[in-house]
């Protein structure tokens, strides 16, 4: 029964990491930077949904108008900042920190330091194998695969999609050919701050709202990608797989008898990081080679 539990919870978490890799990868594929505004993105989802359980809205409504919310934000943001550091890629990685700072830090001064609970749309549980599951992580995994499978499909069946898929593979040549890839990365951006908005809105319920909420699915949306493969779609999905699998099962390594004394949280998160190091020790370029999707 525990192993069900187990596998339930490590599907749940993995399901939110999918979701922030998601667009974190095609982000960094298709423009060469990475982008530590993400987790800010994420912490906008999650304070969209806040502002209106506060409001006295439906909690399942904001969780639709965040992706949207943040998107919108997301395109603002490339277009009037972020665009112009493409060259440069140290640049846009440090101003990209700087914007998730001060988006940091004003989230923290509208919620005043404090840690906030939001309802769950579908509260209650659900029994499976005879263990008690929540009903609304159980939606999360859910609406995630089929997230993933649109995307996908999006990218793989239409010509949009080939066009991104061209970009990320080689932009100059997409650019000679006529497609324009000025339009496409501020698309890829704004969509990859909605994932990270969907992500943020889903988590909330689980995890509360405070002002670092995103700093610490930023870093392990990191090594997700390092660990998967820049340059494809399969790659960072798959990263964010491993490091969503890795965080609950080595928090369930303190239920072991005799081991709870060794492994406290701190090493529980020390030993994901270590794990992922020597991952990209031995496979620098990552689980997926660059050139397939």
Same mark, same amino acid.
């Given at each position: ?196 908005? %969907?992500? =943020? *809105? ?11 909420? @995103? $700093?610490?699915? #930023? !870093? ?21 797989? %491993?490091? =969503? *699998? ?11 008898? @005799? $081991?709870?004394? #060794? !492994? ?30």
């Amino acid at each position: 029964m525990e192993v069900v539990k187990l596998v339930f919870d490590i599907l749940a978490f993995t399901s939110i990491m999918v979701l922030v890799v998601l667009g974190l990868g095609v982000i960094a594929s298709m423009m060469g930077i990475f982008n530590f505004a993400h987790g800010e993105f994420v912490l906008l989802g999650a304070y969209t949904v806040y502002l209106f359980s506060t409001a006295g809205l439906p909690v399942w409504l904001g969780m639709i108008v965040a992706p949207v919310v943040v998107g919108a934000i997301g395109l603002a943001l490339e277009r009037g900042i972020v665009h112009r550091f493409y060259a440069l890629p140290v640049a846009a990685m440090l101003g990209t920190w700087a914007l998730g700072l001060i988006i940091r830090e004003i989230v923290r001064g509208l919620l005043g330091g404090l840690y906030y609970n939001v309802p769950e749309p579908v509260p209650g549980s659900f029994s499976l194998f005879g263990v008690e599951v929540s009903a609304w992580r159980a939606i999360v995994i859910v609406v995630t695969v089929l997230i993933v499978l649109a995307c996908y499909a999006f990218m793989t069946r239409t010509s949009y999609g080939l066009r991104i898929r061209a970009a990320l593979e080689n932009p100059s040549l997409a650019r000679s050919c006529g497609i324009s890839t000025t339009q496409l990365y501020a698309f890829t951006f704004a969509f990859g701050a909605a994932l990270a908005g %969907l992500a =943020g *809105a889903l988590m909330v319920p689980l995890f509360q709202i405070f002002a670092d909420l @995103g $700093v610490r699915f #930023l !870093v392990q949306g990191f090594l997700s990608v390092m660990l998967g493969g820049i340059g494809t779609f399969e790659g960072p999905v798959l990263g964010g797989a %491993l490091i =969503g *699998a890795m965080v609950p099962g080595f928090q369930w390594l303190r239920e072991i008898p @005799g $081991v709870s004394d #060794l !492994v406290n949280p701190v090493f529980a998160e020390v030993l994901v990081f270590v794990v992922a190091i020597v991952i990209v020790k031995l496979r620098p370029q990552g689980f997926v080679k660059q050139g397939r999707i």
